[in-house]
């Protein structure tokens, strides 16, 4: 479990974020990039299960823009690792995004063989992911603590599709709000991890943000 000052990972981004932006940045300024992206995973997902949960007629269009951030966060993972890596990042999170839709209409059919057959899928992408980080940066970011991570992300993530589903809105908010703790932990361990991997590119930048 990671607290507060420190939380925990599942991975790259910040510099695409908003147009043009460079490596002017600030360490300061790639954080907050890194923590909007993710915040943004968890948002759409959050109104991705309001509208499964209520089949609403807004469902195919917020699965698309939730689809759209996965694209934007490979997007920020090819300004250091290349496009292969950027795309393959991105085909690994929308498969996340995909499998846990299929857990939360399985879960509102009461169709529970097809929840645990999608969540043995769901764990084992989330291996593939923490896996795939690991290798871009196993230094800064170890296998257990991407994996540790990957699967407390996760498990929030059903706790509040199920609250909702349920109808128990009163653990299905606070169930969003340790969401938002995790991921915004886990985009600063990311970009930690990417500042310590690429100190040049920082240091330029720190460099041209003080002029």
């Given at each position: 479990?990671?607290?507060?000052?420190?939380?925990?990972?599942i991975?790259?981004?910040?510099?695409?974020?908003?147009p043009?932006?460079?490596?002017?940045?600030?360490k300061?300024?790639?954080h907050?990039?890194m923590?909007?992206?993710?915040?943004?995973?968890?948002?759409?997902?959050?109104?991705?299960?309001?509208?499964?949960?209520?089949?609403l007629?807004?469902?195919?269009?917020?699965?698309?823009?939730?689809l759209?951030?996965q694209?934007?966060?490979?997007?920020?993972?090819?300004?250091?690792?290349?496009a292969?890596a950027?795309?393959?990042?991105?085909?690994?999170?929308k498969?996340h995004?995909?499998?846990?839709a299929?857990i939360?209409?399985?879960?509102?059919?009461?169709?529970?063989?097809?929840?645990?057959?999608e969540?043995?899928?769901?764990?084992?992408?989330?291996?593939?992911i923490a896996?795939?980080?690991?290798?871009?940066?196993?230094?800064?970011?170890?296998l257990?603590?991407?994996?540790?991570?990957?699967?407390?992300?996760?498990?929030?993530?059903?706790?509040?599709?199920?609250h909702?589903?349920?109808g128990?809105?009163a653990?299905?908010?606070?169930?969003?709000?340790?969401?938002?703790?995790?991921i915004?932990?886990?985009?600063?361990?990311?970009?930690?991890?990417i500042?310590?991997q690429f100190?040049?590119k920082?240091?330029?930048?720190?460099?041209?943000?003080?002029?």
């Open positions: 479990m990671f607290t507060k000052t420190r939380l925990t990972p991975f790259i981004a910040a510099l695409l974020l908003l043009n932006v460079t490596y002017a940045h600030s300061t300024a790639f907050d990039a923590r909007k992206l993710w915040e943004d995973h968890v948002t759409w997902t959050r109104l991705f299960i309001i509208s499964a949960a209520a089949g007629p807004d469902q195919d269009v917020t699965t698309q823009r939730l759209q951030n694209t934007d966060i490979g997007n920020a993972v090819a300004e250091f690792y290349g292969d950027g795309n393959k990042l991105t085909a690994l999170l498969d995004i995909l499998i846990a299929s939360v209409t399985a879960a509102k059919a009461g169709d529970n063989a097809k929840v645990t057959s969540n043995k899928r769901w764990h084992d992408n989330a291996t593939e896996t795939f980080l690991h290798g871009a940066n196993p230094k800064h970011w170890p257990e603590t991407l994996e540790s991570a990957m699967n407390m992300h996760l498990q929030q993530t059903l706790d509040e599709a199920t909702r589903l349920h128990d809105y653990a299905d908010t606070k169930d969003y709000e340790r969401v938002v703790q995790h915004l932990g886990m985009a600063d361990v990311l970009s930690d991890g500042i310590a100190p040049a920082f240091a330029t930048a720190t460099k041209r943000a003080s002029r």
